[in-house]
């Protein structure tokens, strides 16, 4: 295990803190002939060596496996990826980098996965509640609120799209977070956030029907993941 946190400690340096945002456009616009792909390598390289204390007669397989796979799973990015598939891309890209490094460790460490130890009756049950929240709550926040639906009377609509389905997932999961921790105060805390942040505007504007929809959509998504938190609680108990 000490071997891929040193291998993934560099993984992230490279391509987080000693990556430019200029070099990554200059491989998305040169890809295969830029320059600044070939210095990303070499830091890659560099950084390796370090972790690796310098020991290559022990690691020079694996030092260079990294080094060839991180090149190939780049060159695959750079050309695979899209203006609209660039979100995907970044994540299968990164991924991919992990299970590689997962892979080269276990050359020299003996890691070996029980899916008996993954698949267990705690693990099924988080899963669960983590898709009721995610995407069961959606639906059901949906199909209730939908016979309301009202419209907003403003001309220029900034809100970014999707944003309100986004804030509601993530609100869940928060909420689903702090009720199986036992940190029922950081509840309030967030509802009162997103009061201030999402009520304001509605407020000043006297749009009341929108100000309401959007009340008791947050309600519902808060009521939803409290009694879903509180639920797994006690399944959890019962295991």
């Known amino acids: 295990m000490l071997l891929f946190l040193k291998i993934l ?3 992230i340096l490279g391509d987080f803190v ?4 200029k070099w ?14 070939y210095f990303h390598i070499g830091v890659h390289a560099i950084l390796l060596l370090f972790v690796l204390q310098f020991n290559i007669t022990e690691y020079w397989l694996g030092f260079l496996l990294i080094i060839t796979s991180h090149y190939i799973i780049d060159i695959l ?6 203006k609209k598939t660039k979100r995907i891309w970044f994540f299968i890209d990164q991924l991919l980098h992990i299970l590689s490094l997962f892979l080269i460790t276990s050359i020299y460490k003996n890691i070996t996965i029980s899916f008996d130890e993954i698949i267990t ?4 049950l988080l899963i669960i509640f983590l898709l009721l929240i995610v995407f069961v709550s959606s639906i059901i926040i949906k199909i209730i609120i939908t016979q309301w639906n009202p419209e907003s009377k403003k001309e220029n609509d900034d809100s970014l799209a999707k944003a309100g389905r986004y804030i509601g997932i993530l609100e869940r999961l928060f909420v689903f977070t702090f009720v199986i921790t036992n940190h029922w105060e950081a509840i309030g805390f967030l509802l009162a956030a997103k009061s201030v942040f999402r009520f304001g505007d509605l407020t000043s504007s006297k749009d009341r029907k929108l100000t309401e929809y959007i009340l ?5 998504s808060f009521g939803l993941a409290i009694f879903l938190g509180v639920l797994y609680l006690y399944v959890l108990n019962l295991l």
Not at 18 to 21: A, K, L, P, V
Not at 77 to 82: D, I, T, V
Not at 216 to 220: E, N, P, R
């Open 216 to 220: 008791i959509g947050t309600l519902l």
């Open 77 to 82: 990015k750079l050309y695979l990826q899209e």
């Open 24 to 37: 990554v456009k200059n491989k998305e616009k040169k890809k295969i002939k830029s320059l600044k792909l």
């Open 9 to 11: 400690l560099a993984h």
């Open 121 to 124: 009756e705690n693990n099924l």
């Open 18 to 21: 000693f990556q430019s945002e």
